[in-house]
């Protein structure tokens, strides 16, 4: 297999007008140059500053099949923000918990894909109180190898400014 055709994860940042439909053509591209989606973080909370709801795509593909899903997307009008190759080998799941919706929770997970170069690949709420309660969220990142420390440092930064609690794995535990 050469270089090319190894299948490998990406990132697409995109922004996207918030209008019915929009999402969906987006990710047509993807599927229609042979991308598989990993997953998908929409925004739809927040607003860039030209007051488009920013996506995160991540997906895998060759690069020559990226190249292409780039190149289509913005063929089709799409505003592709950030593209590039991101290598997440690794797991790591932590619990969070605190006042998550008061502290803003949809800038704690943009915080945690920017700052902890993470990507959040899995993501449950718990709040038994009601929102403007105390509660608590499940977060699996996807790492890139080798960087699980440096992300939990990170994860627990934005913890600790926000007045949240981080429980994260413990050493050695499979």
Do not use: W
């Amino acid at each position: 297999m050469s270089e090319d055709a190894a299948r490998q994860a990406h990132t697409v940042r995109l922004e996207l007008v918030d209008e019915p439909g929009e999402l969906l053509a987006a990710l047509q591209p993807i599927a229609e140059n042979g991308g598989n989606l990993l997953s998908v973080f929409h925004e739809r909370g927040h607003v860039t500053p030209r007051g488009h709801i920013p996506v995160e795509v991540d997906l895998e593909c060759t690069a020559g099949q990226f190249d292409d899903i780039v190149a289509a997307l913005r063929e089709n009008g799409v505003n592709v923000t950030q593209a590039g190759t991101e290598e997440y080998g690794e797991e790591v799941t932590v619990i969070v918990a605190g006042h998550l919706i008061d502290t803003d929770l949809s800038d704690t997970l943009s915080r945690l894909e920017s700052e902890a170069n993470a990507s959040v690949t899995d993501f449950s709420l718990t709040s038994e109180e009601g929102t403007s309660e105390r509660s608590s969220a499940r977060v699996r990142l996807a790492v890139e190898s080798g960087s699980v420390e440096r992300t939990l440092d990170a994860v627990r930064d934005i913890a600790d400014e926000k007045g949240l609690r981080v429980v994260a794995p413990f050493a050695g535990v499979a």
